[in-house]
């Protein structure tokens, strides 16, 4: 996938996934994609909402869509960022002298903003799930499960607790 994992289909994305060949995509690409999924249904619910009712959840469909593209982008980076350090530690047993700490920080930054983006998802998924009723609440309730379960899964990846 020369253009970055998130171009690619779901399938060949799982494949890679899957694979012991190559090191990424692995737990914090999967992650931002799972939040990314999660602020879309939010995205879907508001769009929703708004046929409905033109001007509710105008402010919520626009962060949701915001949200979803920030996670999107996330997927490609922290893949970008494990290679790095994974290159770092390659290049360091090999006698040169890489920024091993740069690569370190790099690749424990991006699952934390992973997870404070999909933080920000479970905070909008109360918001809209406080505002609406019927058949979409449910998605709403399932895009917060998935917002927490990635958040969860990026902190882990880092050593933190889940607060």
């Known amino acids: 996938m020369a ?16 694979s012991a060949d190559e090191p990424v995509p692995a737990g914090g690409s ?7 999924a999660s602020a879309a249904l939010l995205a879907l619910v508001c769009s929703v909402q708004l ?5 509710s959840l105008a402010g919520e469909l626009e962060r949701a869509q915001r949200l979803q593209a920030e996670l999107l982008a996330l997927v490609d980076e922290d893949a970008a960022a ?31 903003r992973i997870a404070a983006a999909c933080s920000a998802v479970l905070e909008l998924s109360g918001a809209i799930g406080g505002r609406i009723q019927g ?6 309730q399932a895009a917060a499960e998935l917002a927490r379960a990635a958040k969860s899964a ?10």
């Open 3 to 18: 253009d970055g994992l998130a171009a690619g289909s779901v399938r060949d994305f799982l494949a890679r996934v899957a």
């Open 30 to 36: 999967v992650a931002a994609l799972t939040g990314a």
């Open 51 to 55: 046929r409905k009712q033109p001007g």
């Open 82 to 112: 494990f290679r790095a350090y994974l290159d770092a530690k390659r290049a360091q047993r090999h006698g040169q002298h890489p920024d091993l700490e740069g690569a370190v920080s790099h690749s424990t930054q991006t699952p934390l």
């Open 135 to 140: 058949m979409t609440l449910g998605d709403v």
């Open 154 to 163: 990026a902190l882990g990846l880092v050593g933190q607790d889940v607060a």
